[in-house]
């Protein structure tokens, strides 16, 4: 079996728990602040991704256990990117799965499992939703839609609510997901145009850099240079308006 498959195979079944899991009860648990959260849905789902994953003998580095970040091959699982959605009952949440070498990104898996929908992306072959190809469209900042998200750190969140204000007048819209890997893979999709975000961890964004890169996306640091799985701050965006966000955002 490829990788790829092995990925699919885990995120489907991830997928059916955070299924089952958002209909019925379990247990939450405060991480970081009050909206940091964690439930015994989250640690089901990682414990069939890292079963279906151990077939590989690849390293695995997941969200709710305590692997360090690694330069070296490596799985990055989040097994349910947008736990606060999940627990209010907001329909967007899904299980996301990257594979990188060498600080590059490889192979990104995410699958949202209530709409049914497998993005993924291959270096250099491309990326998909349910077998579809996906590019990104061309747009004005004037006309795109962008997304972030608001660190849990309150001082952090200060800032992200600042940045928001720098950029709102220059675009239609701004939006607030609850999900970074579907953040990323919707950019890849040309739902919307650009999405940033000033603290994110390689779980929340190494598979959606692998898919949406694969559709056209660019994605760096804030300062413009190529993002990092260490680095915390990321801005991805269709071409045409990447500089214009950078500089909206950082003044250059
Ligand atoms: C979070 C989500 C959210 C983003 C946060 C992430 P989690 O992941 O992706 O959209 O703003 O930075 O931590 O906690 O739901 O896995
Ligand atoms: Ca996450
Ligand atoms: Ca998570």
New binding site residues.
């Given amino acids: 079996m490829e990788i790829i498959e092995i990925m699919i195979e885990a995120a489907k079944k991830a997928g059916s728990i955070l299924k089952d899991g958002y209909e019925s009860s379990y247990d939450v648990k405060i ?1 970081s602040s009050s909206a ?2 964690v439930t015994s849905v ?1 640690l089901d789902s990682q414990s069939a991704i890292i079963e279906t994953l151990e077939k590989t003998n690849i390293p695995i580095v997941a ?1 709710e256990s305590t692997q360090k970040i690694t330069e070296k091959n490596a799985f990055y699982v ?1 097994p ?7 627990v209010h009952g907001i329909p967007f ?1 899904c299980v996301s799965i990257g594979y990188w070498e060498n600080e590059m990104p490889i192979i990104g898996v995410v699958y949202d499992p209530l709409r049914d929908e497998l993005f993924y992306g291959i270096k250099d072959k491309g990326a998909y939703l349910n077998g579809k190809k996906l590019s990104v469209k061309k747009k004005d900042l004037k006309d795109s839609i962008l997304s ?5 750190n309150r001082q952090k969140m200060m800032r992200a609510i600042e940045e928001t204000k720098k950029i709102i007048s220059s675009v239609q819209e701004v939006r ?6 579907l ?1 990323l893979c919707y950019l890849a999709a040309g739902r919307i145009d650009g999405y940033w ?1 000033d ?3 390689p ?2 964004v190494a598979a959606g850099i692998a898919i949406s890169t694969e559709a056209g996306v660019k994605i760096t640091n804030f300062d413009g240079k190529d993002y990092k799985l260490k680095e915390i701050e990321i801005v991805g965006a269709i071409p045409e308006i990447h500089q214009e966000i950078l500089r909206i955002l950082k003044g250059f």
């Fill in positions: 991480k940091d959260l989250d969200e989040d349910l990117d947008g736990t606060l959605n999940f949440f972030t998200g608001l660190p849990y607030i997901l609850g999900s970074a890997a953040s975000e603290e994110i961890y779980w929340d």
